[in-house]
């Protein structure tokens, strides 16, 4: 017999209006481009109060998309 494939759990959907999006300077290593370049998302969902900080990439854009998934798993 064939194992059953697993079913993803599905992500809610976030309100663009609920959320306050900034982007903040990291810390850690990185040296110079990551003390001069804000490239570290933070969001936080307006109705709940959670906050999540992204700065896993030194892309913002990946960041940001990280941040909402991040987000939306903790919604």
Known sequence: T???PRK???LPELNEDDLE???VR???PGGQATNKTSNACSLIHRPTGLRVH???TRSRESNRKLAR???R???
């Open 69 to 71: 998934r991040i987000l």
């Open 21 to 23: 999006e900034s982007f």
């Open 26 to 28: 990291g810390s850690g």
């Open 2 to 4: 064939q194992p059953k």
């Open 54 to 56: 992204c700065h896993e």
């Open 73 to 75: 798993e903790k919604v």
């Open 8 to 10: 993803r759990k599905e």
